[in-house]
């Protein structure tokens, strides 16, 4: 399919193959392009809620003379606070509790949220974590400025990146402040009463009432007429197509770790572990003496110190993907070998889990544990590394 038909086929979306990327393009005099998965979700007429430009005017060239077309999904902190308020009073437990617990939980971060995730360009969510580095001493570490608030302390220029107004942006916050603490009581008010057997709400019986679906009906019919298609791979296939990384590494200027670098005293690593918000169980499954299988580092030579003298540390569980050759193992997952394969696949893929640190974001950690096979296809699909095979 060429780039205009493309074009006609995926009109709310954008991405490498849209005339308007190509002119832009051509207007910066570049042949190198970053455009990201959320710049090609949408329309090309799509415009920043923060600073009120639109896609001509968010482009710029970045080093490299590579053009850069990001935006950025922006969320509250605030409710990763209030999930961390509520799992301290209620540990996560196995059976019809734990499900209670969950959308409890949920539950209660949506209410405590000052707003939704909010897609942004990616200027204007540089500026809200420029204003916080600015005013740290100020704010609080869960504090995140709305996208509302982020419109009222930046100086916008098309075509570049925003300069903060550090006086405007304490207004925002002082204005906030009590809003941010009275949802954090309310946090601890629920936590409390959920903990004491309230709020209870039991899911075991429910029912879903089953419904007619067009899409499935239809995806039906195309699976029919084209075998070895599964549910996803068209929606894949146009997003490689759409995105570019040209400026992997080089839109964003690290800096080297300064001299003072140190790995933490036992005090912090224990600090360090005991404030951990979100994969505890991760790092405690890997064990005392786990190191990466990449950089070969401790859990404590990971940890690292952040200009706001704040510790951090994770441990990411990602997957590899084996190739599926085994005749039995796809027998299985086709159907019996003494019937016709009426649903034939593409090979598949087994997957193996492996713990592995990381601290950017990279494509590793976007194939969580419940991703990366195509619908309906389970890990029972694969062979494992040390030659079992599979079950049925």
Known sequence: MSDEELAI????????????????????????????????????????????????????????????????????????????IFKTANPREGGPLGAQVDNAKQALRTLCERFAPSLICQDCNAAEGAAKVALSNALPRVFTFAPAEVATFIRVVPNQSHEVDEVAALAAWNAAKGDVEDRLQFADLVASRFASGRHRRDTTMRSREPGYDDNHFLWSQVRAQVPRSWSGMLADALKQRSISSDGAGQAVVRKKPGSGARPPTDAEFADIEAMMPQGKRTWDSAGANWTCPCCARSKREICRKSRRGVWSAQIHQVRDWDEELSPESLGWRRGSGDKPNRHRRAPLLASVPRLQEHHYQAPAASSRLGGGLPHGVGPRGGHHRDGRQPRP
């Open 9 to 84: 086929h995926a009109r709310m979306l954008d991405g490498r193959w849209s005339e308007q990327t190509k002119a832009l393009m051509r207007e910066f005099g570049t042949e190198r392009l970053d455009l990201n998965r959320w710049w090609a979700r949408t329309w090309e007429g799509w415009c920043c809620p923060c600073c009120k430009r639109e896609k001509p005017q968010l482009a710029r060239l970045g080093p490299g003379g590579v053009l850069i077309c990001k935006l950025e999904m922006h969320h509250d902190h605030l409710g990763d606070r209030v999930s961390k």
